[in-house]
């Protein structure tokens, strides 16, 4: 099993960046692709971006390319999303979640076993 723990949300004006935390547990962390998602307030959850397990392939939405990167630090168990220019429309609760062990990278959230609690971002205009 794979505990997430995400952190480094917050409140913060359009414009300005926040880095998000995606703390793993278990041993298999660098067998897995990780991805985030996040659920705007009355929305559904949506695919944000996903690494592979090896950080070699990144994946972005067409909504945050360009403004947002995702990484990885195997040997802390970590992953982290680098969100430059937030817009108020990135307003959300974040999710990193553990991809199933040998998957393809994948924008599904159905393809993704182990989810975190969530951190809420909010923008500011």
């Known amino acids: 099993q794979v505990q997430l723990v995400e952190s480094g949300g917050g409140l913060v004006q359009a414009g300005d960046s926040l880095r998000l935390s995606c703390a793993a547990s278990a041993q298999s962390f660098y067998m897995r692709n990780i991805g985030w998602f996040r659920q705007p307030p009355g929305k559904e959850r949506e695919f944000v971006a996903t690494?592979?397990?090896?950080?070699?392939?990144?994946y972005y939405s067409d909504s945050v390319s360009g403004r947002f990167t995702i990484s990885r630090d195997n040997a802390k168990a970590t992953v982290y999303l680098q969100m430059n220019g937030l817009k108020p429309e990135d307003t959300a609760v974040y999710y990193c979640?553990?991809?199933?062990?040998?998957?393809?990278?994948?924008?599904?959230?159905?393809?993704?076993?182990?989810w975190g609690q969530g951190t809420q971002v909010t923008v500011s205009s």
């Open positions: 690494i592979t397990s090896s950080g070699s392939n990144t």
């Open positions: 979640a553990a991809g199933r062990l040998r998957n393809s990278p994948t924008s599904s959230a159905r393809d993704y076993e182990y």
